[in-house]
């Protein structure tokens, strides 16, 4: 059995987030992640909002890590590399006998400390949005709203953790957590066979740990319950979306959020940092914990719900995706941060629904000094906390374009047509600190496959590259890991029937 100091259970944002607070320390951390890359839970599939924090009841974890997490973002955006837009956001009324709602809101997201909130007349939110619904009667305008990148987000703390010392193991599934009569916990799990192991079989593993960190999303309960008898009961609720073409991303400037209900912020309309269009979520709640399928009524519930925000809402012919998400929502309602009462360095991340996307930097600075507070540990000296994303060929100017092929040609050649991604950006992702292993892991770094054609025309050529990169046959290639295997046949049964070239690219002989 292996001894580490501390383990983190989850590389979702909020995990991501604890273990880069936690890199800042002298400390030996470990994240464990069932899946094959960051990012492939509840952080996959959301909104990409920045709540500016007037929703959430005053007092809460809510409110507080959303103010806090929501004023850190800027700097953070900055320091990491990753894309921010203070975009702001207006909460719709549509109806006069429901203006006290919106004062409710300005009340409460002024005694959570929200900067620049003010109601607007419908004409007023017509003058700024002119495709505004002509029903709404008025708005909440809120200033410090924003819209940011979830995948780079949670891509960049960790590979900053990485960087600074933090072990990621992937495809490792955690099985038990248990109290040790000595102190600590035995936590037993189970190493499935993948390409960033080299396993064939699954392998068995056990950890003790000195602390550990709860950060397991939808499945957060099941750990929680394991060690406490004070139990804890988490619904995963099902948010569908519908993601358009950019070329209708400019139809609104601001995110556009309906009244909340007790489920949620409702459906949005809202433009994401790379020029799309997103309306969404709905809110089901299932049983199924991995339940991320769509389903017709819902996506449809998604687009009628949100035409209702604006003028003819441009559906038709330009949805280019759709996908549904999962909140993880305590019966509670709020998040649950904290050491375990019965359980001494057990610390739960639970329960994070939204604004969890916004709180998770607040989340993860407020789990370190609670660790820091179990174990006494001291800051680095050489923490290096500036992280570089992967050059985008999309947005460089001609002279950066020029600069950047002349130091490495792959940057001139094209693989995503719809988004200008190419091979030198994808190798990039793949040779990364936490580096792409799958289809979906180089799409969430470069956006590789997430134009009109969604993947339609390069993904053979990023199944050849990253077969090459990663010195596998391309048979090994999945979307995502475990068995989202891409190719199940070959033209041709003997040896060498497919080759990859040196420089990019597959030929078949």
């Known amino acids: 059995m292996q001894s580490r100091q501390i383990v983190i259970i989850g590389a979702g ?22 899946a094959t890359d960051v990012c492939e839970g509840t952080s996959k599939a959301n909104s990409g909002i920045v709540h ?20 850190l973002m800027p700097e953070l955006s900055k320091e990491l590399d990753f894309p921010f837009k203070n975009n702001g956001s207006l909460i719709l009324c549509f109806d006069e006998a429901d203006r006290n709602k919106l004062n409710e809101l300005l009340e409460r997201g002024n005694k959570n400390g929200v900067e620049g909130l003010k109601i607007l007349s ?9 495709n505004v619904s002509d029903s709404v009667v008025a708005a909440l ?35 038990k957590v248990a109290k040790c009569s000595e102190g600590g916990y035995e936590i037993k799990a189970v190493r499935h066979p993948s390409i960033r192991n080299g396993q064939e079989e699954d392998a068995d593993c056990e950890i003790h740990a000195d602390i550990v960190i709860n950060a397991a999303g939808v499945y957060a309960d099941k750990f929680h319950n394991m060690v406490s008898e004070s139990k804890i009961h988490i619904t995963p609720r099902k948010g569908e979306y519908c993601l358009l073409d950019k070329k209708v991303g400019g139809y609104v400037s601001a995110t556009l959020f309906q009244l909340p209900t007790a489920k ?50 441009p559906s038709r012919g330009n949805i280019i995706t759709s996908f549904a998400g999962l909140r993880a929502h305590e019966d509670g309602g ?62 460089a100017d001609q002279a950066k374009r020029e600069e950047l092929i002349a130091k490495n040609p792959l940057y001139a050649k094209v693989i995503c047509r ?85 420089k990019g690219g597959a030929d078949h002989e």
């Open 334 to 395: 709020d998040f649950i941060i904290k050491e375990v009462n019965d359980a001494p360095g057990f610390i739960d991340a639970a329960g994070i629904e939204s604004p969890g996307l916004t709180a998770a930097p607040a989340i993860g600075k407020y789990v370190a000094e609670l660790t820091d507070g179990i174990l006494g540990l001291k800051m680095k000296r050489d923490f290096e906390s500036v992280r570089k994303g992967i050059p985008c060929i999309s947005l």
């Open 122 to 130: 419908g004409d007023e939110v017509r003058a700024m949005e002119p």
């Open 52 to 71: 500016s924090g007037y929703d959430a009841k005053p007092g809460t974890m809510k409110a507080k890590f959303n103010i806090e997490g929501s004023r």
């Open 141 to 175: 305008y809120a200033p410090t709203g924003g819209i940011v990148d979830p995948f780079l987000l949670n891509v960049a703390m960790a590979e900053n953790a990485a960087v600074n010392g933090v072990e990621f193991s992937f495809d490792t599934e955690v099985t």
């Open 264 to 313: 949620g912020k409702g459906v949005l309309v809202t433009p994401t940092v790379h020029g799309n269009l997103m309306v969404g979520p709905t809110a089901t709640d299932v049983e199924d914990h991995d339940m991320t399928d769509t389903s017709a009524e819902g996506l449809n519930s998604v687009i009628s719900t949100g035409g209702l925000s604006v003028k003819a809402l």
């Open 418 to 502: 719809c988004e200008l991604v190419t091979e030198g950006e994808i190798v990039d992702a793949i040779h990364g600190p936490i580096g792409a292993v799958t289809l979906d892991g180089v799409k969430r770094r470069v956006r590789a496959g997430m134009g009109r054609c969604q993947a339609g025309f390069c993904t053979p050529k990023q199944v050849n590259i990253l077969a090459r990169e990663l010195g596998v046959d391309i048979s090994r290639i999945t979307k995502k890991g475990g068995d989202s295997v891409l190719l199940t046949g070959f033209p041709k049964e003997e040896p060498g029937a497919w080759v990859t070239s040196p």
């Open 13 to 34: 944002v909020v995990g991501a987030s604890i273990a880069r607070e936690l890199s800042k320390r002298e400390a030996d951390v470990l994240v464990l992640e069932r």
